[in-house]
Each structure stands twice: as structure tokens, then as C-alpha cells.
């Protein structure tokens, strides 16, 4: 049951694999902390009413598809139903539901061919402890925030605000060019301590674009400072 990357690589780049809504499904569960995620969340993340049936059958339908391309036969399955979804995933049932995770070599495929992008999880972390004094040579370490690695309220957060920092007013693109287009940090504006299972991101009330150096500042304390207070302490130091 266990492909390859050029076997998913494969079946991805065929006509017919990849439907609607798959590439947001999948971007979600790996920019999700830990790359893993619930059907309540991936549900809500997605819009849809049902906690469990969207994640269910997309996941399963993905993978019965990627199956069906490679001749391959139903997986085991749980309660008289094969579990298709296991093509392209691992799962397990926790304190929080039941969680799913991607296959490495599923995302090794889907990063390969663009699918995802490996590098979004990177360079747009919110830090939640303040920066620490380094000597060279050193390692930081940060925490990333689930709802500023989920790409679609990424995306939406900049189609609503544009990439320029909301604190400082700079823009990547205007100062480097092509190298710099679309580049720019997200803040999640609530707590993390705030926000309950239930929380559903808002992407335009929520998230605030900015650039690194006005989010790093912005957690410079705890709880984060507010975007006011920073910009009002750099007028006040120009």
C-alpha cells in the first residue's frame, strides 16, 4: 500500500486525479500544526457545515482514485468499508478526534510538482515568546501559529489588505522587486490562550499582514502588542 514519490508523482500529474477543493484540503492539513489535522477543523477551515463527512470523502476519494490509477487493491477496512483514504494518508483516533496526517511521500509528490509549497510553513511563523539575544552560530527555535500557516486565510488576508506591512507601510515588491512580490508575514491578532476548539479564524477580522521585523516586535511582550501601540512608537521615534 505504501507508494512512491514518483508513483504519486504519477497519478497526480494524470488528467482526472485531482478535483476541486483537493489542493486546499491537502494544503491545510500540512501547513496545520504538527502537518496534522481533525475533520472538525478541516471542515470548519474549509466551510463546510459537516465536521467529518467533507474530510472523509475527499480523502477517501482522492486516494481511491490514486489507487485505481495503479491497479491497486482496496485497503483494509473498517467496518465493511475500505478506508481508501489510507492510499494517502495515516490517521488515528485521539483525546481530540480523529487525526490525519499526509504520507511523506505524498508530500514529497505534491512538493515536487508545486502542489505545495514546503517553504510557506517557513517564512511566515508568528513568534510567541519574545526574541532571544543569540551569538553566532546559535539556533532560535519558534512556535508557529495553525492560522497563520493555513494558506487559505493567508490568501485571503492579503486579497483583503495587499502585501504591504499594515504597521510600518513597507512593501517587498517595491524595495526588491520580482524577488520581493507577495512576501510578507500574517499576525494573528487573538491570543492563542483565547481561543477555543471551537474558534473559527476570521480571516479579515483576524490577521493582519506585516512585515518580519513589525512582527517580531510586535511579540516582543505578552500578551502581543497592538498594532497601534507599535505604530504609534514608531512615530514617535522618527
Excluded at 486516494?63 to 490509477?69: D, E, V
Excluded at 486579497?159 to 504597521?167: D, E, I, N, P, W
Excluded at 512580490?181 to 474558534?199: A, D, N, R, T
Aim: with cysteine; glycine share 6%.
Amino acid at each position: 500500500m505504501n507508494l512512491t514519490k514518483e508513483q504519486y508523482k504519477q497519478a497526480l500529474s494524470s488528467d482526472g486525479i485531482l478535483k476541486d477543493g483537493n489542493i486546499e484540503m491537502l494544503a491545510f492539513i500540512f501547513y496545520s500544526d504538527q502537518c496534522e489535522a481533525t475533520a472538525p477543523q478541516i471542515a470548519s477551515a474549509l466551510g463546510y457545515s459537516d465536521t467529518a463527512a467533507p474530510a472523509n470523502s475527499i480523502l477517501g476519494n482522492l486516494g481511491k482514485r490514486i489507487a485505481k490509477f495503479h491497479s491497486m487493491e482496496a485497503p483494509e477496512r473498517n467496518r465493511n468499508k475500505p478506508c481508501w483514504w489510507k492510499i494517502i494518508a495515516h490517521g488515528e483516533q485521539r483525546s481530540e478526534g480523529f487525526v490525519w496526517w499526509l504520507k511523506d511521500n505524498f508530500v514529497d509528490a505534491l512538493i515536487e510538482l508545486q502542489l505545495l509549497d514546503e517553504g510557506d510553513g517557513k517564512l511566515y511563523p508568528e513568534l510567541v515568546t519574545g526574541l532571544p539575544i543569540l551569538n553566532e552560530g546559535q539556533v532560535m527555535t519558534v512556535s508557529v501559529n495553525v492560522f497563520e500557516r493555513n494558506p487559505i486565510a493567508r490568501k485571503l488576508c492579503i486579497q483583503h489588505y495587499g502585501a504591504s506591512c499594515v504597521v510600518c507601510n513597507f512593501d517587498f515588491e517595491s524595495r526588491y522587486g520580482e524577488l520581493g512580490k507577495g512576501f510578507i508575514h500574517v499576525h494573528h491578532l487573538k491570543e492563542l490562550s483565547s481561543i477555543g476548539k471551537e474558534y473559527k479564524i476570521d480571516p479579515v477580522a483576524d490577521l493582519r499582514p506585516v512585515c518580519p521585523n513589525c512582527h517580531a516586535m510586535l511579540h516582543q511582550e505578552r500578551p502581543a502588542i497592538t498594532i497601534e501601540r507599535l505604530r504609534e512608537m514608531i512615530d514617535s521615534n522618527t
